[in-house]
């Protein structure tokens, strides 16, 4: 079956501008979870969705959001993008249940200049 | 909090060769454990996981033991490949209502022929 897409693979935006990636787990899963991947911070847990509500949610500011669709299909926004923004953005997708096996996407890399 | 704490790298070995990548976990009660690695370019692939204390993960020659008394989870192969050549990551899910997973910062394995 297919595995996580991400949409786009690469972005370049600028400063102050927003953005809005997209993810589509594999068929069947519920959980969609958001991670930021940086050369200085590592692996940082964003949200996770499950059912189209935010079940868990990490340490970032408000400019970061997301929500999922009743496809499970989710999506993730950043406004007022800083140069701080600049990443790799990965989706995972899960069943749903606790601790159920994480399948990731290959990510978005996103550039801001 | 939550915390995974991972020997940094780079770990430069010959083919053949055993592997060894420590990984430390501070957490209350009975998290998830898994190792998770990422070649270039790529997102996350699921290498092993244990659920519980005593638990061995085993996956293409890898292994990890959930050490609860140690707070350890290690990777090991016995006999490493060039095609090994990756960042590996070490991971928490503590379970409570739903898929946070918290990442060690990554441990990049170098295999050289």
């Known amino acids: 079956k297919a595995g996580v897409t991400q949409t786009p693979r690469y972005l370049i935006k600028t400063r102050g501008q927003q953005v809005t990636l997209s993810c589509s787990p594999i068929s069947g899963h519920r959980s969609v979870s958001w991670y930021q991947q940086t050369p200085g911070q590592g692996l940082q847990f964003l949200f996770e969705?499950?059912?189209?509500?935010?079940?868990n949610k990490g340490n970032f500011p408000g400019r970061f959001s997301g929500r999922q669709f009743s496809n499970s299909r989710s999506e993730m926004n950043v406004s007022t993008l800083e140069l701080g923004d600049s990443a790799l953005y990965l989706c995972a997708s899960s069943l749903g249940q606790d601790v159920s096996e994480a399948f990731f996407g290959q990510g978005t890399r996103l550039t801001v200049v | 909090g939550n915390s995974v704490t991972q020997m940094e790298g780079p770990v430069t070995l010959s083919e053949e060769a055993f592997l060894t990548i420590n990984c430390t976990y501070t957490?209350?009660?009975?998290?998830?454990l898994f190792w998770y690695v990422q070649y270039p370019g790529e997102g996350l692939q699921l290498l092993l996981k244990?659920?519980?204390?005593?638990d061995k993960g085993s996956n293409k020659g890898f292994e990890a033991t959930y050490r609860k008394e140690t707070t350890s989870f290690h990777l090991e192969k016995g006999s490493v490949q060039v095609s090994d050549s990756a960042v590996y990551f070490c991971?928490?899910?503590?379970?409570?209502?739903?898929?946070?997973?918290?990442f060690g910062g990554g441990t990049r394995l170098m295999v050289k022929p």
């Open positions: 244990a659920t519980k204390a005593d």
């Open positions: 969705y499950f059912s189209e509500t935010q079940r």
């Open positions: 991971a928490l899910n503590k379970g409570n209502a739903g898929n946070m997973l918290t």
């Open positions: 957490a209350t009660g009975y998290p998830s």
